[in-house]
């Protein structure tokens, strides 16, 4: 099997992403627990996390952004719609997306501003010059070779465009054999990497912020806390088998974040 397969495997309408829509309201991705906001849900920090990341982009009405693995589910494009008023193309793995962003989107009241496309983010089904801007959300961290993907990004890309990037860098004391990272189907690269693969593909005024203590660390704290306190619930929304998984694994995800084997990073960069 592909390594594109296995991770529409884990997302295409699975009892991975079931936890995700009932707890994270849609969004497949870690939340935001500033300080002082420690009493957030894991849906309240899920979309303060998104909203973080449409506060880096800096999109308006009228803008069109590209959702590069926009997810099964698209919570960040339609939260992105929502906010700003941009229109939002999302491409992503799983078929099953072009039955379910529709009918969430038009529950959000965006149903004109959000399109979805299934396919591989190597090859982009779009003209160039076509986006005012673009973001990655937790999506890179699955992509073997990340350059012909960043490059793709750069070429639908307008210039003067932004880029946000949410992901998992290699920490300090990443190891390549982590079961959390090969379970997962991760192939992660250190934040240095990241940054040199963005200039190398044409983006210049390259950043990013660690959140490994914002985002990863508390994030992975409340899914254990999560399945802990709530195991009815939990297994209610997964199924046992899965909730058995999930309750073996989850401690690796910790474990990485808390040793920084793995980083959380926020990266933003722009086209000349
Ligand atoms: C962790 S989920 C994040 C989904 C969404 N961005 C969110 O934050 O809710 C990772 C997503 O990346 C997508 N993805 C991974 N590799 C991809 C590729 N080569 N092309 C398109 N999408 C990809 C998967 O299909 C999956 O939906």
Redesign the pocket.
């Known amino acids: 099997m592909s390594h ?1 397969a296995h ?2 495997e884990q ?1 295409d309408d699975t009892p991975f992403t079931a936890w995700f829509d009932h707890f994270a309201a849609g ?3 870690l939340g935001y627990w500033p300080p002082g906001r420690e009493d957030q849900s894991f849906a309240e920090a899920a979309t303060a996390l998104t909203a973080l990341l449409i506060e880096r982009l800096g999109v308006f009405a009228g803008q069109r952004v590209l959702d ?6 698209a ?2 494009a339609i939260q992105l719609a929502a906010a700003t008023g941009c229109e939002v193309d999302g ?4 078929p099953n997306a072009k039955r379910l962003v529709p009918e969430r989107a038009a529950a959000a009241g965006v149903a004109d501003n959000v399109r979805v496309h299934v396919g ?3 090859a982009l089904p779009f003209p160039d010059d076509s986006f005012d801007a673009a973001w990655l ?3 890179l961290i ?2 073997p070779d990340k350059k012909p ?1 960043l490059r793709e990004v750069h070429r639908v890309l307008r210039p003067g465009a932004r880029i946000v990037i949410a992901d998992y860098p290699a920490g300090e004391r990443f190891s390549p054999g982590l079961r959390w990272v090969t379970d997962n189907y991760f192939v992660p690269a250190s934040a240095a990497e990241l940054e040199r693969m963005l200039a190398e593909a044409g983006f210049t005024a390259v950043t990013w912020e660690d959140h490994n203590d914002t985002v990863a660390v508390p994030s992975f704290q409340r899914m254990l806390d999560l399945a802990l306190a709530r195991p009815e619930e939990t297994k209610a929304v997964v199924g046992e088998d899965t909730y058995e998984l999930f309750a073996d694994l989850v401690p690796d995800g910790s474990a990485a974040h808390r040793d920084r084997a793995l980083s959380y990073g926020v990266f933003t960069a722009r086209t000349p």
């Open positions: 594109e991770v529409l997302y969004h497949i991705h590069v693995g926009c997810g099964v589910l919570g960040p491409v992503t793995l799983e591989n983010a190597s959300v937790e999506m699955h992509v993907v």
